[in-house]
């Protein structure tokens, strides 16, 4: 199977149907039994094109007699994909580019585009200057949208919360895939056993600086094949998700409320804390993601983790009351557009109903937790009205609450109360990220 044709396959579901980057390629790749270079080869150009859709479309437009909005999408994913390849890879023949992006027209049966196609693209190889961008004097919003393939709408939300200069090193952060982070199961090994059974299966490990336990992975082909992994010495969570549960600072013999849990990597890492002793009850609203965490709580040996449907938002018949609550919420993933690229171009990227429903789960989240128990308050995304705006709001609602300081050897980048964090990819490096931790002083 043609490589170009599997990653313009994903891009099209992606494009089309809305599917998720990461899920519509690791299917393909395992549909198609592409070897590693291959798979390399198509996830370079799905998440490239994907990354820098706004970029590309501006230098087609200025090759195209065409709007860009009346080219018709299969036609349109293709030159995407030339001309990524001519300009964004460094490996790839202009010829290459240019031939392969005309047969896979063909193959498609996009006969009549196919010549169209040809045209720009060779166009592009004969150029003396392949492209300008906006001027940064004259519109320098413009400029930033076109570098860096960033919605204005979120360039105006970064640049107002966090100011030019954190803007723009956030931008080039978003380009390329963020390495694997493992969490090593001390349940079952350390972190050096951990590194060395890598070493045997060719997959090179190291130590993360902010925590002994987390391993920054390299050259890991499939995960899920790993012995490593099927013997459950370790489970794929970010240094971000890692730090918000060392917020939470969950101890053995305690109980602790994960309200919106799946996958299950915030529990997971609860019980390795808990050293495996206490009770973890771990929610989510969508029954068909417990499994998630049913299989991985037993492929690493974890047994006091139990699941059960709950609607994070409305349910109150829980009768336990909690020393330890984590409410990781959902959010508008802005600080993970690195490893889903195609987030940033959503119609409701800033949707103002998020904040609010993330403010409900917070307070009905906050009943849970008897008094001197911590709630933890987490998202995955740079955005102030899903964060800091949110735990103001519930700090000054609730003064049966008080902000608990949070010190977790992380330096902060911007100023913000010391019970919130906010983790900045190209700072820290971590996923984006919010954590902020209260202590119930009062019932």
């Not at 978003?174 to 050096?192: E, I, Q, S, Y």
């Not at 995960?223 to 970010?238: M, R």
């Amino acid at each position: 199977m043609n490589t170009r044709y599997i990653a313009f396959k994903v891009l099209f579901a992606v494009e089309k149907d809305g599917a998720y980057s990461a899920i519509a390629l690791n299917n393909a790749i395992r549909e198609n039994d592409l070897n590693p270079l291959d798979s390399s080869f198509a996830s370079a150009l799905v998440y490239g094109v994907l990354e820098r859709k706004l970029t590309l479309d501006y230098i087609i437009g200025q090759y195209s007699k065409i709007p860009i909005k009346k080219i018709e999408l299969q036609t349109l994913i293709i030159l995407r994909l030339g001309v990524f390849q001519l300009l964004f890879m460094d490996k790839i023949p202009d010829s290459a580019a240019v031939n392969e992006s005309v047969k896979l027209a063909k193959k498609l049966k996009l006969y009549r585009a196919s010549g169209f196609i040809n045209g720009i693209l060779r166009g592009i190889t004969r150029a003396e200057v392949k492209y300008r961008l906006p001027d940064p004097d004259k519109d320098h919003i413009a400029y930033l949208k076109v570098k860096y393939s960033c919605p204005e709408k979120l360039l105006k939300l970064w640049m107002n919360a966090y100011g030019k200069s954190i803007t723009e090193s956030l931008l080039g952060s978003v380009f390329g895939r963020p390495r694997l982070t493992a969490c090593v199961n001390t349940l079952k090994a350390t972190a050096d056993e951990l590194i060395s059974e890598l070493a045997e299966s060719g997959v090179r490990a190291e130590k993360s600086e902010l925590d002994a336990n987390a391993l920054l992975l390299e050259d890991t082909g499939s995960i899920e094949s790993l012995k490593a992994y099927k013997n459950g010495l370790f489970y794929i969570q970010d240094m971000a998700s890692q730090l918000c549960v060392r917020a939470l600072a969950p101890k053995p013999g305690e109980t602790v409320i994960d309200v919106c849990s799946a996958p299950g990597g915030k529990s997971f890492t609860a019980a390795r804390l808990m050293n495996n002793s206490g009770r973890i009850f771990s929610f989510d609203i969508y029954e068909h993601k417990l499994g998630l965490i049913n299989s991985g709580a037993k492929r690493l040996g974890i047994d006091i983790i139990k699941t059960a449907v709950r609607d994070a938002e409305k349910d109150l018949d829980f009768n336990i009351e909690a020393d330890r609550v984590l409410c990781d919420v959902p959010c508008s993933g802005l600080g993970i557009l690195g490893r889903k690229p195609e987030i940033r171009y959503k119609k409701d990227l800033l949707d103002s109903e998020l904040p609010l429903l993330q403010y409900r789960i917070l307070e009905n989240s906050a009943r849970l937790v008897r008094k001197g128990g911590v709630l933890v308050y987490s998202t995955c995304t740079l955005n102030p009205d899903e964060n800091i705006n949110n735990v103001n709001r519930f700090l000054s609602s609730h003064k049966e609450f008080e902000p608990l300081a949070l010190d977790l050897g992380v330096e902060r980048l911007i100023d913000e109360p010391d019970n919130a964090l906010t983790l900045f990819p190209h700072f820290h490096p971590t996923d984006g990220f919010f954590i902020s931790a209260f202590r119930r002083i009062s019932l």
